[in-house]
C-alpha cells in the first residue's frame, strides 16, 4: 500500500484526550489517520456520511485519556460500550493481520476488551488481566526508560533493535499489569514463551529497577505487551510524546541532534508493516 | 414588622413570590437582603427599593437574587475598580485583541494566544477538593468560550505551614495538608482527565494562609484568528443555546459566598455554594463547542460563571446594547423540584451559552448530541437592552439591562483606605557559625524544597507540546525549573513559556515594592528560559475591602504592578479580583498572584536550568547584589524580622533582559537560573542538583556586604548563568555590548558544591547530600 492510502482510525469517546498528538504522529509518517467517535462505528447519532465501518481502516489506535472517566476499572466502559456490538468485527479485523494500538489508557482498554493478552484466542470473553492502580497509588507523570526485548513479534517495534532503551514517558494511575494471583507465574512465562513481552522499564543504567524506574510497580517490570501474533499491542508509556527529541526531557543536555525521538519508531514499524503486507 | 408578611406567594406560578420592598423600612431591607442570602448591602437595597418604585410594582424573589448575583463583588468589582483604573489598567493595551473572560494577544500570523488567571480560594478552603477541581473547569471554559483550545494550566497555590499543630488552627480551619492534598487532587483528576496538561505554578506556604488558603488557576489557549468569537449577541433574533451539564442546587450563591469573610460556619452555612464538577461532561463539551464555533455556526459564546445562567444571559445581550428573553422550562435540569430562582442563579458547573442564528440550531444540537452532550434552546435575542424571564408561560423578571448588568456605580462610594507606611529598619542578623548547615535548612525550608511531589501528580506532558518541563535536568535527578515552554503549532517552533509568581514576604511588608519584585521575578523566570516577556496577569487576593488597611494594601499593591509594568510596556491582558480573604483570626498576606506569558521565536534554543558539563564558567548577571533581605528566606529561617525588601529598577531590567536574551538566542548560554528564595547559594544548589554536577563559586567580587548576605539576599533582576570555555567570549562580548553587568563567578565541578569569599571557605558540600535536604521534605508531610 502506498502510504497516503493508509487510513488510521484514532478512536475516541468522552475522556480521551491523547488523540491530537496521535494523530499527529501517524499524520507526520504521510499515512492518512482521522479521528473517528466510537458512536461512528456504531452507528448512533451519525448522519450516512459520518458512519464508519471498522474495515474503513488498515490500522487503529486507542489512545490515552480516561475514557468514561475511568470512574470503574479503567478502559473497562469504553471496551464495554465496543465489544457490546463489535466484537465480531473487531475479531475479524485482527485475525487479517491488521494492526491495533493502545496506548496507556487504551492498553487499559484493550486489555477489557480481552485482545490483550490473547492466549488462546483472539478476543476474550473475560478479561485475563487488568491495569491496576499504581503501586505508589498516585497518579504518576515521569520519564520512563524501556528495554526493547522482543524478538521480531511485535509489529509495532520491528525497526527497534532488541535490547536497546528507549526514553517514552509515562503519565498514569493505573499501570500495573495484573493477573490471576494464581495464574501469574504461568501467565508471565506464556508471554515469554510467544515472544509477547515488548517493553520493559529499567533504570539509566539498563538494570530492571523498581520505583520511581518502574512507576507503577507492574510485575516483571512489564511496560508493554502484544498478542502472540504481534499484531495488537499495548503499552503505558506514550511514544507519541517522545516523537521528537525536542518532547523529551533531556534535550537541553542531549542536543536535538536528528530530531528523532525515542518512541518514533513505533509508529514507523507498525506503517512499515501495513505497507508491506496490505 | 413581621418579615414573612412582605412576602406574598404568586397564586399561579410554583415557588414565585413578590417582595414588598416598597413597604419595607431600612432594617427590613438588610434582614430581606441576609435571609435571602443577597449579601447586598443597605444603599444597595435601597437603590432598588427606588427602582421597583418608579416602576409602581414590588420586585420577585428572582429579580432580587438576580441582583444580588450581579451586584456581588465578584461579579462587577466594586471595591477593585478604582485602584485598578487608575494604576493597572492602560498599560500599553492597543497590543490587547480582546479581553472578556480571557485576553487575547497575538501569536503569530495565522494564530492568536489566550490566557485567563482566576482565583477559586472560599470553596478550596471549604472543600479543597471539589474546589479546584471547579476552579480548573472554571478557567477552562474562560478559555474556551473565546473560541480557543486550551493547551496549558498554571497552578499557584498558598497554604499554611505543613508542620501548624492542629491544635493552633483556629476553629473551623482545616489543617494544611489536608487542604494540599485534596486541591492537588482536585487539581490533577480534573486537569489530568480534560487532557490539558499543568505546567507550572507555585506552591507557597505562609502563616496567613492558614485560615484561608489560596487557589488561583491560569489557563492557556491557542486559536486561528479567525476563530475568535466574542462573549456578545449580535443581533435580534439569534438565539440562546444552553450546552453541558445539566443545573443543580449545587453552586448557590457562589458569588455572594466568595464576597464574605469566611468564618467557623462557613463550612455548614456554605457548603452548597460549592459545585461539583464532572470533567468527563466537560471534556466533550470543550470538543463540541470547538467544533461549532470552527464550523462558523456561532454569534456569540460565554461560560456560565458566577452568577450562572442570570449573568450569562444578561451579559452576552447587554454588551452588544441588546436584551434577552429566557424561558426557565426549557433548561436541563438534575433534579426535580428547583425553585426558578435557584435555576436561574444556581452555579452548576460545565455549562456553556451558545448564541447562534436560527438557522444553525439544528447543526448545533446535532453535534452536541454526537458527543452526549446536553444542549438546549432557552432563548432568544431582543432588540431593546431589557431581560425577561419566563416559566410556565408566566413573566417573572423584567429589568432593564443596565440597572441589572450595568451594576450599581461606586465612584461616589469608594471605600476608604488607608495606605500602609512600611517602617524598614535594619538591625544586623548575628552571623551564623556553620553557612553550610543554613544552606541545608533553606533547602529544605518548605517555600524552597523539592515540589515534585505535586507536580509529578499533573500531567504536564500530555499533548505532546511541553518541550521545558516544570521540572529539569539530568534523568532521575531533576530539579525546578523557571518556567515551562510550550510549543503550541505543528508547523512552527514557536514557543509561548508561562510562569507564574509572588513572593508574600514581600508583599505583607511592603506592597508596593513588594507587587514590583512580582513583576521583576514574573520577567526573571521568563527570560532564564529564552522567552521575552509579552504580557501579564494578576489575580488579585487580598482581605475585607470594608477594612481601610485592606484597601490601602489593595491600592499600593496596584500602584506597584501598574508601574513596574508601564516602565516595561507590559499590558495587563486578563484578571481577576478575589477579596475577603479573611478568616476569623487574620487576613492573608496581600497576594497580587502574577501570570507571565512570554514569546520565544524558535524553542530549539531554550535553556534549563540544570548545570550542563564539568569545568564551565559561571557569571552572576544583572543587577548588583544589595542588603535587601527583608522578606528573605534566610531571615525568616533565623526568624529575624526586618531588613528592607528587595527594589527593582526597571530601567536595568530591561537592559538585562535584553542583553541576556541575545546571550540566550546565540547559543552561548548552557544553564540559567533567576535567583529568588534564597539568593545565589540556593540557586547554585538547585542547579547544581539538577544537573548532577558541583561548583566552586567565590562571592568576593560581589561587593562588601557581609559573606553570608552575598548569599542569601533575594535583590532583583540576577541571574546565575553557565557558559561553556568555548563561549565564554561570544556571552561576554554580548553582555559587554548591551552594558549588562556581570562578574565572572566561578566553575563547575564534579559532585561538591563550596563557596568561598576571597578564599576564605563559607560553605562546602556534597551535591547528594544539598539533594537529600532539597528533595524530602514535601514527602515527610505527605508522602
Redesign the interface.
Known amino acids: 500500500m502506498k502510504l497516503a492510502d493508509i487510513r488510521v482510525g484514532v478512536i475516541r469517546i468522552?475522556?480521551?484526550?491523547?488523540e491530537?498528538?496521535s494523530l499527529?504522529a501517524f499524520q507526520r509518517l504521510g499515512t492518512a489517520p482521522e479521528f473517528v467517535?466510537l458512536?461512528q462505528l456504531l452507528g448512533i447519532?451519525?448522519t450516512k456520511e459520518?458512519t464508519r465501518n471498522l474495515f474503513d481502516y488498515q490500522c487503529l489506535m486507542i489512545p490515552?485519556?480516561?475514557s468514561?472517566?475511568?470512574?470503574i476499572r479503567a478502559g473497562a466502559i469504553f471496551a464495554a460500550r465496543m465489544k457490546s456490538q463489535l466484537a465480531r468485527p473487531l475479531r475479524e479485523f485482527v485475525e487479517q493481520g491488521y494492526p491495533v494500538l493502545g496506548v496507556c489508557n487504551g492498553f487499559q482498554v484493550l486489555t477489557e476488551l480481552g485482545l490483550l493478552p490473547g492466549f488462546d484466542e483472539t478476543i476474550r470473553n473475560v478479561p485475563d488481566a487488568c491495569l491496576y492502580l499504581n503501586d505508589s497509588s498516585?497518579?504518576?507523570?515521569?520519564?520512563t526508560?524501556l528495554k526493547h526485548e522482543n524478538s521480531g513479534t511485535c509489529v509495532f517495534t520491528r525497526k527497534i533493535p532488541k535490547d536497546s532503551v528507549r526514553?517514552i514517558?509515562s503519565?498514569h494511575a493505573e499501570g500495573k499489569l495484573l493477573f490471576p494471583q494464581e495464574k501469574q507465574d504461568a501467565y508471565i512465562k506464556r508471554l515469554l514463551e510467544n515472544d509477547q513481552i515488548v517493553f520493559r522499564y529499567v533504570?539509566?543504567d539498563g538494570k530492571y529497577a523498581g520505583y520511581?524506574?518502574n512507576p507503577n510497580g507492574s510485575p516483571w517490570n512489564i511496560a508493554g505487551i502484544c498478542n502472540p501474533a504481534g499484531t495488537v499491542f499495548g503499552m503505558m508509556p506514550?511514544p507519541?510524546?517522545s516523537?521528537y527529541v525536542?518532547?523529551q526531557?533531556?534535550?537541553?543536555?542531549t542536543g536535538?541532534g536528528s530530531e528523532i525521538g525515542d518512541g518514533r519508531a513505533i509508529f514507523e514499524s507498525v506503517v512499515d508493516y501495513i505497507s508491506k503486507k496490505f | 414588622m413581621q418579615l414573612d408578611s412582605l412576602f406574598t406567594k404568586r397564586p399561579r406560578t410554583k415557588d414565585v413570590y413578590d417582595i414588598n420592598v416598597s413597604a419595607a423600612s431600612d432594617p427590613d431591607l438588610l434582614q430581606i437582603s441576609d435571609q435571602m442570602g443577597l449579601a447586598l448591602a443597605l444603599p444597595e437595597m435601597k437603590r432598588i427599593q427606588q427602582y421597583f418604585g418608579e416602576r409602581h410594582r414590588n420586585p420577585t424573589d428572582i429579580e432580587l437574587q438576580a441582583l444580588g448575583q450581579a451586584w456581588s463583588e465578584h461579579c462587577c468589582y466594586k471595591s477593585s475598580k478604582v485602584p485598578l483604573k487608575k494604576y493597572v489598567f492602560n498599560v500599553n493595551e492597543k497590543r490587547i485583541i480582546a479581553r472578556e473572560d480571557a485576553g487575547v494577544m497575538d501569536f503569530t500570523d495565522d494564530y492568536y494566544y489566550c490566557v485567563a488567571l482566576e482565583s477559586h480560594n472560599h470553596p478550596s478552603a471549604i472543600e479543597p477538593y471539589g474546589g479546584a477541581a471547579t476552579g480548573i473547569g472554571g478557567i477552562v471554559r474562560d478559555v474556551v468560550c473565546m473560541g480557543a483550545q486550551p493547551i496549558a494550566f498554571v497552578d499557584p497555590l498558598f497554604f499554611g505551614p505543613l508542620n501548624t499543630p492542629q491544635a493552633q488552627l483556629p476553629k473551623g480551619v482545616k489543617h494544611p495538608v489536608y487542604l494540599l492534598k485534596g486541591v492537588v487532587d482536585g487539581i490533577?483528576d480534573y486537569g489530568?482527565?480534560?487532557?490539558i496538561p499543568t505546567v507550572t505554578g507555585q506552591v507557597t506556604f505562609h502563616d496567613g494562609y492558614t485560615g484561608n488558603c489560596l487557589v488561583n488557576v491560569g489557563c492557556l489557549g491557542i486559536m486561528k484568528k479567525k476563530e475568535l468569537i466574542h462573549s456578545w449577541a449580535t443581533a435580534p433574533g439569534e438565539v440562546y443555546i444552553y450546552v453541558g451539564g445539566k443545573t443543580g442546587r449545587d453552586g448557590i450563591h457562589g458569588v455572594t459566598f466568595a464576597s464574605a469573610e469566611l468564618t467557623e460556619k462557613s463550612e455548614e452555612s456554605s457548603r452548597s455554594a460549592v459545585q461539583v464538577g464532572d470533567?468527563?461532561?466537560k471534556?466533550?463539551v470543550i470538543h463540541a463547542c470547538l467544533e461549532c464555533n470552527r464550523k462558523g455556526l456561532l454569534q456569540g459564546f460565554k461560560d456560565f460563571g458566577g452568577g450562572g445562567l442570570s449573568c450569562v444571559s444578561g451579559e452576552l445581550a447587554y454588551s452588544n446594547n441588546l436584551g434577552a428573553e429566557i424561558h426557565l422550562d426549557d433548561v436541563p435540569l438534575k433534579e426535580e423540584g428547583l425553585k426558578p430562582w435557584e435555576i436561574w442563579v444556581s452555579e452548576s458547573q460545565e455549562r456553556m451559552m451558545l448564541v447562534a442564528k436560527p438557522k444553525h440550531v439544528d447543526e448545533i444540537l446535532?453535534i452536541c448530541?454526537?458527543?452526549?452532550v446536553p444542549a438546549a434552546k432557552v432563548g432568544t435575542v431582543l432588540k431593546d437592552p431589557i431581560i425577561r424571564v419566563f416559566i410556565h408561560g408566566e413573566k417573572i423578571l423584567e429589568m432593564d439591562l443596565e440597572f441589572m448588568t450595568g451594576g450599581p456605580v461606586y465612584d461616589s462610594c469608594q471605600r476608604p483606605y488607608a495606605i500602609p507606611q512600611p517602617v524598614e529598619q535594619d538591625t544586623p542578623v548575628p552571623l551564623p557559625k556553620d553557612l553550610t548547615l543554613i544552606l541545608h535548612q533553606l533547602l529544605s525550608s518548605l517555600n524552597i524544597a523539592s515540589k515534585d511531589w505535586v507536580?509529578?501528580?499533573?500531567?504536564?506532558?500530555?499533548?505532546?507540546?511541553?518541550?521545558?518541563?516544570p521540572?529539569?535536568?539530568?534523568?532521575?535527578y531533576?530539579c525546578h525549573g523557571d518556567a515551562a515552554v510550550i510549543?503550541p503549532l505543528?508547523h512552527s517552533y514557536k514557543g509561548i513559556a508561562l510562569t507564574a509568581d509572588i513572593n508574600p514576604r514581600f508583599m505583607e511588608r511592603h506592597p508596593y515594592w513588594g507587587a514590583c519584585s512580582g513583576i521583576d521575578e514574573v520577567c526573571r523566570n521568563l527570560v532564564a528560559v529564552g522567552a521575552r516577556p509579552d504580557s501579564l496577569l494578576d489575580c488579585l487576593n487580598f482581605g475585607n475591602p470594608e477594612k481601610p488597611e485592606r484597601m490601602g494594601e489593595l491600592y499600593e499593591a496596584c500602584r506597584g504592578l501598574g508601574d513596574t509594568a508601564r516602565a516595561l510596556n507590559l499590558p495587563f491582558v486578563s484578571g481577576n479580583v478575589s477579596l475577603y480573604n479573611q478568616s476569623t483570626k487574620t487576613a492573608v498576606p496581600p497576594t497580587p498572584e502574577l501570570m507571565g506569558v512570554g514569546i520565544v521565536e524558535d524553542?530549539?534554543h531554550?535553556?534549563?536550568s540544570?548545570l550542563?558539563a564539568e569545568d564551565d564558567i559561571l557569571y552572576l548577571v544583572g543587577k548588583k547584589t544589595e542588603n535587601e533581605l527583608g522578606g528573605s528566606e534566610y531571615y525568616a529561617l533565623l526568624h529575624h524580622n526586618s531588613g528592607r525588601v528587595p527594589r527593582t529598577d526597571t530601567a536595568q531590567l530591561k537592559t538585562a533582559m535584553t542583553g541576556l536574551l541575545e546571550a540566550i538566542g546565540a547559543g552561548t548560554v548552557a544553564a540559567c537560573h533567576d535567583l529568588s528564595e534564597g539568593g545565589l547559594a540556593v540557586c547554585l544548589a538547585e542547579m547544581a542538583i539538577g544537573?548532577d554536577l558541583g561548583a566552586t563559586i567565590d562571592v568576593g567580587a560581589l561587593g562588601d556586604l557581609r559573606s553570608d548576605l552575598l548569599m542569601f539576599s533575594e535583590s532583583n533582576t540576577r541571574w546565575l548563568v553557565e557558559t561553556r570555555p568555548e563561549k565564554r567570549q561570544d556571552f561576554e562580548a554580548i553582555l559587554h555590548d548591551a552594558q549588562v553587568p556581570f562578574t565572572t563567578i566561578g566553575r563547575t565541578t564534579k559532585g561538591h558544591l563550596t563557596i568561598t569569599k576571597s578564599k576564605k571557605r563559607l560553605i562546602t558540600a556534597p551535591i547528594n547530600a544539598l539533594r537529600e535536604s532539597w528533595k524530602k521534605t514535601l514527602w515527610d508531610y505527605m508522602g
Open positions: 468522552e475522556g480521551t484526550n491523547c491530537q498528538e499527529d467517535h458512536k447519532d451519525c459520518e490515552g485519556g480516561f468514561a472517566g475511568d470512574y498516585r497518579f504518576e507523570c515521569r520519564p526508560l526514553l514517558p503519565a533504570d539509566p520511581p524506574w506514550h507519541e510524546r516523537f525536542h518532547q526531557p533531556t534535550w537541553t543536555r536535538l | 490533577h489530568n482527565r480534560i487532557g470533567p468527563i461532561t471534556e466533550p446535532h448530541k454526537q458527543w452526549d507536580i509529578r501528580q499533573y500531567d504536564h506532558e500530555v499533548r505532546g507540546n511541553t518541550v521545558i518541563k521540572l529539569q535536568g539530568k534523568l532521575g531533576e510549543k505543528e524553542v530549539r531554550c535553556v534549563t540544570d550542563k544537573g
